[in-house]
């Protein structure tokens, strides 16, 4: 890596700092500032493997669609320091994972597990689940027209939403979705002093002996399940996975707990962020909501704009597997780099006006749900539960603005609006 390329130490701190994602400004800044000077620049800082920070549109979708040539499994898939690396190589007997679900996986593996559940997820399959999603997203709508014309919409609405679909496909009883949320929470936002886990591990909840003990409760938690499905299957997607085979065999029970492990978080806390963030977007710019107002064809694209403007997948990781180049820079066999989402999905090159809230953008290329072969599976199930969401909550609300000041998780993998105070009325 050509210190030439070197990216400023001030600017490389910010992007990899979660403060710098709750307090927002500061890493927009930074990754204009990037795009502009340095768009596949190196982070070398003390603690962390140098590392390539790739925050142009064009060049996030070069890396993700040649899967062959950057490895998602072969070092950690999300940024971690030497340290944290080191500790977790010394508790798994070498891997740089903790779990390993599909997003840690390469071929051959990745498309043999993949399969299991793509057809599941297709648009023609979880179609079946409008109805019930439907139900749960009005009785959202009606405890938030209960509270009186204020609420935080994150807590009141956005949390609990999309996680009792998840809950619902994955066969999980309505009493045991706060423990489900809390262990989410814990897992995505360990470096977030609200959020993280209460724990005696030693250096923390954001220590790896404290994300293998959330993840030692979710493996706990999820075995049940799997006896249950295994003994009496079903057509949700826990019975899917409980009675998966991989080349002939049964799954093995490791690998179904992460399989149950990224179903449950990748598609709730990413889902209820952009959930609020629509919110947040159309209290920011009241003109969005007169627009959507009016006209309810607008809706998908709210939703849309939604995902775009939180991109609540802030990076993965991928490594190269040969030298190569990209954007004229040249990459060596082992290189580590960061896709970082938020940066392209603002890329002046691809969006008019990026930091600006548009429900009515068209087109709208986002890269929130990566590309590729690790392509969102779940991309058409948020997308639904968000439009049907709004088919039920716009044509009651009738006024929006924020009460108070909202705030953002300070997470630099997986984030979103953590608090939204709103004011509104509804019929
Ligand atoms: C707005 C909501 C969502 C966003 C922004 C999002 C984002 C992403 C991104 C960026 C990836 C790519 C990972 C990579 O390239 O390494 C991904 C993969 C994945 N997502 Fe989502 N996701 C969302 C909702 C969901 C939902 C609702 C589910 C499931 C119910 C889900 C399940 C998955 C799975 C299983 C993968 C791994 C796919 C693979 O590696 O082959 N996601 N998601």
Wanted: aromatic residues 8%.
């Amino acid at each position: 890596m050509d210190a030439a390329f070197d990216i400023p130490t001030d600017i490389a701190r910010t992007v990899l700092d979660p403060k710098a994602y709750g307090a927002d400004t500061p890493v927009h800044d930074a990754f204009r500032w990037l795009r502009a000077n340095n768009p596949l620049g190196v982070a070398r800082l003390e603690g962390i493997e140098p590392t390539w920070l790739v925050t142009r549109h064009a060049d996030i979708l070069e890396i993700s669609r040649q899967n062959d040539l950057f490895h998602s499994g072969d070092k950690s898939a999300t940024f971690t320091t030497l340290e944290g690396d080191a500790t977790v190589r010394a508790m798994t007997g070498g891997s740089p994972h903790l779990v390993r679900t599909l997003v840690q996986m390469d071929a051959p593996d990745h498309p043999k597990y993949r399969l299991l559940t793509q057809s599941w997820f297709l648009p023609q399959n979880i179609r079946k689940l409008e109805d019930d999603i439907r139900e749960i997203a009005r009785a959202h709508v009606d405890h938030m027209a209960s509270l009186g014309g204020e609420c935080d919409f994150v807590r009141d609405v956005a949390l609990t939403f999309p996680l009792r679909v998840i809950m619902h496909i994955l066969g999980v009883p309505q009493e045991d979705e706060p423990r489900m949320l809390k262990l989410t929470q814990e897992l995505f936002s360990p470096s977030d002093p609200e959020l993280a886990r209460e724990t005696d591990a030693v250096g923390g909840a954001d220590s790896v002996e404290g994300l293998q003990a959330t993840i030692a409760d979710f493996f706990m938690y999820f075995k049940q399940i799997t006896d249950a499905r295994k003994a009496a299957p079903g057509d949700d997607l826990a019975t899917v996975i409980a009675n998966g085979k991989i080349d002939g065999e049964p799954i093995s029970e490791f690998e179904a707990m992460s399989y149950y492990v990224i179903v449950a978080t990748a598609g709730h806390d990413t889902t209820s962020s952009s959930t609020a963030g629509a919110i947040w977007g159309m209290c920011e710019y009241p003109d969005a909501f007169a627009k959507v107002k009016a006209d309810p064809a607008l809706i998908p694209g709210l939703v849309d704009e939604a995902i775009r403007w939180t991109t609540p997948v802030k990076h993965f990781m991928r490594s190269a597997t040969a030298d190569t180049e990209v954007g004229g820079r040249k990459i060596a066999k082992d290189d580590w780099l960061m896709l970082c989402y938020a940066s392209g999905n603002r890329d002046e090159a691809l969006f008019d006006e990026p930091d600006v809230f548009k429900p009515e953008r068209s087109p709208n290329k986002h890269l929130a749900f990566g590309y590729g072969a690790h392509l969102c599976l779940g991309q058409h199930l948020a997308k639904m539960e968000m439009r049907i969401l709004f088919e039920e909550l716009m044509p009651r609300l009738n006024s929006l603005a924020f009460a108070g000041t909202p705030s953002r998780a300070e997470a630099n993998f997986v984030g979103g609006p953590k608090r939204l105070p709103i004011r509104y009325e509804m019929t």
